[in-house]
T-cell receptor, first 115, second 112 residues
Framework: SAVISQKPSRDICQRGTSLTIQCQVD?????MFWYRQQPGQSLTLIAT?????????ESGFVIDKFPISRPNLTFSTLTVSNMSPEDSSIYLC????????????FGPGTRLTVT | SQKIEQNSEALNIQEGKTATLTCNYT??????LQWYRQDPGRGPVFLLL?????KEKRKERLKVTFDTTLKQSLFHITASQPADSATYLC???????????FGAGTRLAVHP
C-alpha cells in the first residue's frame, strides 16, 4: 500500500478565486490520478497526472479549469480555477504502483465549498 | 456508454448475517473488477480485485464473484459486524487498465 496525504483537508472559498490542492505520497509511484466526488455521487476521474509532462484529461475536464502539475514521482497538485458553487465537491488523489497498476490507493480527500 | 449500477438504497442487516451487494455493468467488457470500501469523510480503500477468468475470490470474511455472462459481480460479507458499516464501491478498469470507472456505491448498515 501507500500512505497519501492531501492538503488542505477542507476549505471554503469565494467564487472566482482559485485553490491548489497538494497530494504527497510516501514512496515513488507509477501513476497518480485526480478524482472528484460530488455529494451522493460516485467518483469521477478528472485527469491522470503525468510526471514531467502535461496531464491527460477526461472528457468534460480541461486544463484551463483544472491545471495539474506532477514535478516528481511522489507529488502532484490540482488547481481548481475561477471557482463557482458547482465546483463544491470532494477532490481525491489516488496512486498506483509499478507492477501493480490495477490497485489504487486514495488520499483522504479535500472537501471544497464554494460560496 | 459504459454504465455501472449499484443498489442506491441502503442495505440494512443484522449483525452475524451475510451481506450481499450487487454490481451490474453494461456496454462494457472489463478484464478486471474491483471493490472498495469508503467511510464518511475518507477516501476509498481497496478491498479486492477479481479477473475475468476468475469466478470467485475470497479474502477473510469477504467473497466476490464475477459473472461476465450476466455482467454482474456480487460482493459478500459473511458474519457481518457493525464495523462493516460503510459504503461499498464497485469499480471497473478501463482505457488500457489505468483508469477506474466507479459505481455510485451501496451503503451498508449492520445493526447489533
Amino acid at each position: 500500500s501507500a500512505v497519501i496525504s492531501q492538503k488542505p483537508s477542507r476549505d471554503i472559498c469565494q467564487r472566482g478565486t482559485s485553490l491548489t490542492i497538494q497530494c504527497q505520497v510516501d514512496s515513488q509511484v507509477t501513476m497518480m490520478f485526480w478524482y472528484r466526488q460530488q455529494p451522493g455521487q460516485s467518483l469521477t476521474l478528472i485527469a491522470t497526472a503525468n510526471q514531467g509532462s502535461e496531464a491527460t484529461y477526461e472528457s468534460g475536464f480541461v486544463i484551463d479549469k483544472f491545471p495539474i502539475s506532477r514535478p516528481n514521482l511522489t507529488f502532484s497538485t490540482l488547481t481548481v480555477s475561477n471557482m463557482s458553487p458547482e465546483d463544491s465537491s470532494i477532490y481525491l488523489c489516488s496512486v498506483s504502483r509499478q507492477g501493480n497498476v490495477y490497485e489504487q490507493y486514495f488520499g483522504p480527500g479535500t472537501r471544497l465549498t464554494v460560496t | 456508454s459504459q454504465k455501472i449500477e449499484q443498489n442506491s438504497e441502503a442495505l440494512n442487516i443484522q449483525e452475524g448475517k451475510t451481506a450481499t451487494l450487487t454490481c451490474n455493468y453494461t456496454n462494457y467488457s472489463p478484464a478486471y473488477l474491483q471493490w472498495y470500501r469508503q467511510d464518511p469523510g475518507r477516501g476509498p480503500v481497496f478491498l479486492l480485485l477479481i479477473r475475468e477468468n476468475e469466478k470467485e475470490k475470497r479474502k477473510e470474511r469477504l467473497k466476490v464473484t464475477f459473472d461476465t455472462t450476466l455482467k454482474q459481480s456480487l460482493f459478500h460479507i459473511t458474519a457481518s459486524q457493525p464495523a462493516d458499516s460503510a459504503t461499498y464501491l464497485c469499480a471497473l478498469l478501463s482505457g488500457g487498465y489505468n483508469k477506474l470507472i466507479f459505481g455510485a456505491g451501496t451503503r451498508l448498515a449492520v445493526h447489533p
